[in-house]
């Protein structure tokens, strides 16, 4: 990805608080393609890796839109709860 501010690392973070692993998965493949679907069809089989520009915070954005997250808020409570009474992971 190209450099990007820490406001702008920290907005993805808070966009994505609620984001599984899975989920973070699904959004960092939409946003590398973010690159690829601004090219024109005939040079994506051919175009040269080095060509193609770095993954933006545009990218992420725009797959943050697009991509939502699986696990809900009362779920999220529910495994909160579950670790402070029988997890070993300190929040």
């Known amino acids: 990805m190209s450099s990007s501010s820490s ?54 954005r725009e797959a943050c839109d697009r991509t939502r997250p699986s696990v809900g808020a009362s779920q999220v409570a529910e495994l909160e709860a579950w670790n402070r009474e029988f997890g070993s992971f300190q929040m």
Do not use: F, N, W
Request: one cysteine or more; charged letters at 30%; proline letters at 7%.
């Open 7 to 60: 406001a702008e690392r920290k907005q993805i973070a808070e966009r994505t608080a609620h984001y599984s692993g899975a989920d973070l998965r699904a959004l960092c493949g939409d946003a590398a393609m973010g690159p690829i679907r601004e090219l024109p069809p005939d040079q994506i089989a051919t175009i040269d890796a080095a060509s193609v520009r770095p993954v933006s915070h545009k990218d992420l």
